[in-house]
């Protein structure tokens, strides 16, 4: 069984940063694509940033240029860093680790005041 625990979510002001991670356990991390994923209130949960095993990325067009996700497979944690944050990236942020099967993280809070 494979565990996700994602961290550093916050409250920050617009145009701040903010870095979560998101810790895996098990070595099936290495040959799993990562992603970042969030969920507004009220709307759907949606993509926003995917790392494959070999490191190429993919970004929603709503972050692009602003977010970066990044993986350390010594440790076994893919990161989100987010930069000029807008109120509208307001949402809990989900990790999720795929390959055959998917495991999602629990979820981090992150809140973007104007």
């Known amino acids: 069984q494979v565990q996700l625990v994602e961290s550093g979510g916050g409250l920050v002001q617009a145009g701040g940063s903010l870095r979560l991670s998101c810790a895996a356990s098990?070595?099936?991390?290495?040959?799993?694509?990562m992603g970042w994923y969030r969920q507004a209130p009220g709307k759907q949960r949606e993509l926003v940033a995917t790392i494959t095993s070999g490191g190429s990325t993919n970004y929603a067009d709503s972050v692009k240029g602003r977010f970066t996700i990044a993986r350390d497979n010594r440790k076994r944690t893919v990161y989100l860093q987010m930069n000029s944050l807008k109120p509208e990236d307001t949402a809990v942020y989900y990790c999720?680790?795929?390959?055959?099967?998917?495991?999602w993280g629990q979820g981090t809070q992150v809140t973007v005041s104007s």
């Open positions: 999720r680790l795929a390959t055959t099967v998917e495991y």
């Open positions: 098990g070595s099936i991390f290495l040959l799993a694509a």
